[in-house]
């Protein structure tokens, strides 16, 4: 997205106000990673700072697919909040709520149910990688994931939707049911938004396995950075990244067939906030011994003032509570009024008069 994230965009008189409004989630399912920051929280910031709408949802809902104990849900939850906070979303310029503190997800996912297709959700890549070898066990929660997720954005009309590049499919979905929607109905009411996945750090890898997503769900805590991890630890595990034995080439071209290295300029350029092309000339010829220090010591610097407020923040667990109670209401109000004319266009007949 470049300048189409201006909150309103009227080229002419006679094109019609075309507002950005921009909504992302993530799961409070423990602990974030460098991708989720790179992937998902920077970019959230860079959208709000550019003036656009910004929703941003804490889903408590979708996390509950697989097995969440209470009581880490809900300081989970908190704790994303202060991750959010920490990064630089700025509570009275965008909307932060969590998921279930606005009834309608739910209730706009059990009409996407019926409108879905059980073939479209069984291509789902998510669902397979996730559900694993005993998809019988699985829950239909988690086989109806991909459902809750349009709802989520559909419920706002929001336009634009930054993700990683492993939602693809999910926005791709939710592009589905709109049109589906607005097919079996006949009226134009669902926009058909469109994925925001750009940047140096759409698919941010394992520090162990250059072919594998850097995700909170792996084994090894040396293939990842957390948000919480302390200066020494991020550079510890920045030291033990796994690389090859040559230096660093000269183009991004050079860099073909070696993932890890990839990977490392590619968080080195999202981190600097420069390209990878530039990237790969400020380190060009470089032995990972010289790279490596130089890369530890912009994470630290990035991440390590992120990890501090995140620490305050959770000091004050009332605060958080408070300003996702405040989100909540603001994104029911925008909800509500979509949620009902949804409603009456399938018909549902509405006579409670409150
Ligand atoms: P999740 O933690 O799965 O709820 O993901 C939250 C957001 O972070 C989504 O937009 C993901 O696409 C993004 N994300 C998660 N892992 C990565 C990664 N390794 N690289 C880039 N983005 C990621
Ligand atoms: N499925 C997303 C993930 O795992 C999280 C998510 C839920 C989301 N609802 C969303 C992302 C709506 C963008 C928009 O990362």
Redesign the pocket.
């Known amino acids: 997205m470049t300048d189409t994230a201006q909150p309103t965009a009227t080229k002419t008189d006679t094109a019609a106000a075309f507002k950005t409004r921009v909504f992302?989630g993530?799961?409070p399912?423990g602990g974030l990673?460098l991708?989720?920051y790179?992937?998902?929280l920077k970019r959230f910031v860079e959208l709000q700072e550019r003036g656009a709408e910004t929703i941003y949802c804490i889903v408590d809902l979708h996390a509950i697919t697989v097995w969440q104990d209470p009581a880490a849900l809900r300081r989970n939850t908190r704790e994303l909040a202060a991750g959010f906070l920490a990064s630089g979303i700025d509570p009275t310029r965008s909307i932060l709520f969590n998921q279930s503190q606005v009834p309608g997800h739910a209730q706009l996912a059990w009409i996407f149910n019926c409108v879905a297709r059980m073939g479209w959700l069984n291509r789902m890549t998510q669902f397979k990688d996730k559900a694993g070898k005993n998809r019988e066990n699985a829950s239909v929660g988690l086989f109806a994931y991909p459902t809750l997720m349009a709802a989520d954005i559909l419920l706002y009309h929001a336009t634009h939707v930054p993700?990683?590049?492993?939602?693809k499919q999910h926005l791709e979905l939710t592009r589905d049911i709109a049109i589906k929607f607005n097919h079996d109905y006949g009226v134009d009411w669902f926009p058909v938004v469109e994925p925001v996945i750009e940047g140096p750090?759409?698919?941010?890898m394992s520090l162990r396995d250059g072919t594998k997503?850097?995700?909170?769900s792996d084994p090894s805590d040396m293939s990842r950075i957390n948000l919480t991890d302390d200066a020494d630890t991020i550079a510890r595990k920045i030291r033990k990244a796994r690389t090859d034995p040559e230096p660093l080439p000269e183009t991004l071209e050079g860099l073909e067939g070696r993932p890890e290295a990839r990977n490392l300029v590619n968080i080195f350029a999202a981190l600097a906030d420069i390209t990878p092309e530039q990237a790969i000339r400020q380190v060009a010829g470089k032995q990972f011994s010289e790279f490596k220090p130089m890369l530890a010591e912009l994470a630290v610097e990035r991440l390590a003032p992120i990890s501090r407020r995140m620490a305050e923040l959770m000091e004050d667990p009332a605060e958080i509570d408070r300003i996702l109670g405040d989100g909540a209401r603001r994104a029911d109000a925008i909800a509500t009024p979509i949620l009902e004319k949804t409603y009456d266009i399938v018909g549902m007949l509405r006579t409670r008069g409150d």
């Open positions: 992302s993530i799961q399912s990673t991708g989720n790179l992937g998902a993700v990683g590049e492993d939602q750090a759409t698919r941010v997503k850097m995700s909170k």
